[in-house]
């Protein structure tokens, strides 16, 4: 599923940039010049960034949003400096009009690695490959790693997983000369042998890979 993006608004001029911007990020943009269509769109659907422009009426409480909706980046869009004000106003990023294009290309660059993270960070790619779980320094399990996130992994073993200390995961990340050795700690496990583990410890080099193979994965599937 493509990021999605919504702007709210009636300045097609500075509309008109926006988009640009955000088609050339591989945002999706939506375009909603009336408030109330505007808010009914956001009670019914999931949206990764929402821009909104203060001099359009009936905008100044727009951050009530819906529950799905309240953690998405928001950006205001106003021809006055005092709309800049984002403890108040709760906006992540201000435009101010008119907008300088430099300025949006680096500020919805930022939006844009904020929308992904976001949408990787539940994202769970499955995968049915081997892992090598080690606990302590004597016991060994061989299991299957059938899913994978930026957070954890959940895998298949052929007995049930019981253990309270640290566990340290190896695997091949497939189509990638990589090899991940991670540290992590049980979240759950049942008795057939399923267990979901939440990593701890990644090199910042091979979280990095790891990020960039799921993003991949992401937008292939």
């Not at 999931?46 to 009936?58: E, N, P, Q, T």
């Not at 819906?66 to 709760?90: I, K, Y």
């Not at 499955?126 to 299991?143: C, E, H, M, N, Q």
Request: with cysteine; proline share 4%; aromatic share 6%.
């Amino acid at each position: 599923m493509a990021l999605e993006a919504m702007i709210v608004s009636r300045d097609w001029q500075e509309v008109s940039v926006l988009e640009c911007i955000l088609n050339s990020l591989h945002v999706g943009v939506i375009i909603q010049p009336d408030v109330g269509r505007a808010r009914a769109h956001l009670a019914k659907s999931k949206l990764d960034a929402l821009i909104v422009d203060r001099d359009l009426s009936g905008t100044e409480t727009f951050l009530d949003l819906s529950p799905q909706n309240q953690s998405v980046p928001f950006l205001l869009l106003s021809r006055s400096a005092d709309g800049a004000n984002l403890s108040t106003s709760g906006a992540t990023y201000f435009f101010e009009k008119p907008v300088s294009v430099e300025q949006a290309v680096r500020t919805l660059s930022a939006t844009r690695n904020m929308m992904l993270g976001s949408r990787l960070r539940y994202h769970r790619q499955t995968l049915d490959i081997p892992v090598s779980l080690s606990f302590g320094k004597r016991k060994r399990v061989t299991a299957q790693l059938t899913n994978l996130s930026h957070g954890g992994a959940a895998i298949r073993a052929t007995q049930p997983l019981d253990s309270d200390g640290p566990i340290n995961l190896r695997f091949k990340i497939p189509g990638v000369n990589c090899s991940v050795q991670a540290k992590g700690e049980l979240a759950w496990a049942d008795l057939c042998g399923h267990a979901g583990i939440r990593f701890l410890e990644v090199p910042s080099q091979l979280q990095r890979r790891m990020q960039l193979w799921l993003e991949n994965r992401y937008f292939t599937n």
